[in-house]
């Protein structure tokens, strides 16, 4: 575990400081911070070499109040990303150490956003999206894993020596279906998403039980542990991307080779990828590579429009070679589906409900969905 943590001061806020290089934060370079002297905070955002145009989208430091009363800091956030500005016009304060989450309206123009933000005494987690890092995934693991449905797999260990771990719950005999997230390290919908399925699980198992009884199930919620240690957008420190590159590369990343041996060697009937979408979207996007299933899925999806969301998506024949749906496609005719959820207006606690609601309509049609290689075939 990264545990070197920085802490910069202001000498025209003497209450306030700024900690990074901490689990997951972006920047983690102390010389990529200044506080200049009327107060202003300017920080130049961090992203790695080669990272694809599109995906510098991670931001996540603390900010400390040591005083008695709010105070008014300033900040101009230097973005790596030139033409994504619609990207970076809101952003995430988590009060209390990311206990308490609120979306924060931060315009930006030509790759500048220029804000102040009012800070509480306490700490406060400062955030593109609400984080979710290597402690929080240890830590659900951890607490999944005590209760009578879940089970803790050991996969292996991440280049850097993190634990590679995934839940299975289910019906050891019923059709695997893998479940994964944070392909791309900055993308944490996903991993709130099975969290708050996860909870529903626990405090209403009769809920779920015609589900586990017939699925057999493995949840991943860091694919690229390395990539959100280091508070990246893409690469882990190996410079493989997890997303479209994981089934390609496996020779370069001894975490990226425990998962796909351990994923292939299920032959799951179902994977599904999870994603984020970044910018002020209004859709959540479900692509599948079953045309009868997409109709399916519509019938039953849940009204999300108070998060202001409908739902897209499409039928998706062949996705990009490099994905491990996709490898698993090929391999074992996996039915593919790859779901991209917008943050944009939602909370954490929104996210959950919207991942609970999401699971309860797709799973119990996969329960019951004919598969095999014979019947994926024959649809
Ligand atoms: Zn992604």
Request: a negative charge.
């Amino acid at each position: 575990m990264d545990t070197a943590s920085h802490r910069i001061s202001n000498a025209a806020l003497p209450a306030i400081t700024l900690d990074l290089g901490f689990d997951n934060t972006n920047p983690r370079d102390p010389g990529a911070i200044q506080a200049e002297e009327d107060g202003t905070f300017v920080v130049r955002h961090f992203v790695e070499e080669n990272c694809p145009e599109g995906y510098s989208f991670h931001f996540h430091v603390a900010v400390n109040n040591d005083g008695d009363k709010p105070e008014t800091v300033p900040f101009r956030i230097r973005w790596s990303e030139p033409d994504f500005d619609f990207c970076h016009d809101y952003m995430y304060i988590g009060y209390d150490s990311g206990r308490e989450w609120v979306m924060l309206s931060t315009p930006c123009v030509d790759s500048v956003t220029e804000m102040k933000l009012v800070v509480p005494p306490g700490r406060h987690l400062f955030c593109h999206h609400p984080k979710f890092d290597v402690g929080d995934y240890l830590a659900l693991v951890d607490r999944m894993a005590a209760t009578a449905l879940f089970e803790r797999v050991e996969v292996g260990e991440s280049a850097e020596g993190h634990p590679v771990a995934c839940l299975r719950c289910g019906n050891p005999n019923g059709r695997k279906t893998v479940i994964t997230t944070r392909a791309h390290g900055y993308e944490s919908a996903g991993a709130h998403c099975m969290d708050g399925w996860f909870r529903q699980a626990v405090s209403d198992p009769a809920a779920v039980e015609p589900v586990l009884a017939k699925l057999d199930l493995y949840f991943f919620h860091l694919l690229n542990v390395d990539a959100v240690a280091h508070g990246r957008c893409c690469f882990g420190p190996s410079g493989v991307n997890f997303g479209n590159e994981l089934a390609l590369r496996t020779d370069d990343d001894v975490g990226a080779k425990a998962l796909t041996t351990f994923i292939f060697g299920l032959e799951p009937a179902f994977y599904l990828d999870m994603h984020n979408n970044t910018g002020p979207h209004l859709r959540d996007s479900f692509r599948v590579g079953d045309e009868k299933l997409l109709e399916a899925f519509w019938t039953v999806a849940a009204d999300r429009s108070r998060d202001q969301k409908t739902w897209g998506g499409r039928y998706v024949a062949s996705f990009s070679e490099g994905y491990m749906l996709r490898a698993c496609q090929r391999r074992f005719n996996t039915l593919p589906m790859l779901t991209e959820f917008p943050w944009y207006t939602r909370r954490p606690q929104e996210m959950r409900a919207h991942g609970r609601e999401f699971f309860n309509a797709l799973l119990p049609l996969l329960a019951d969905w004919p598969t095999g290689v014979e019947a994926v075939k024959e649809r």
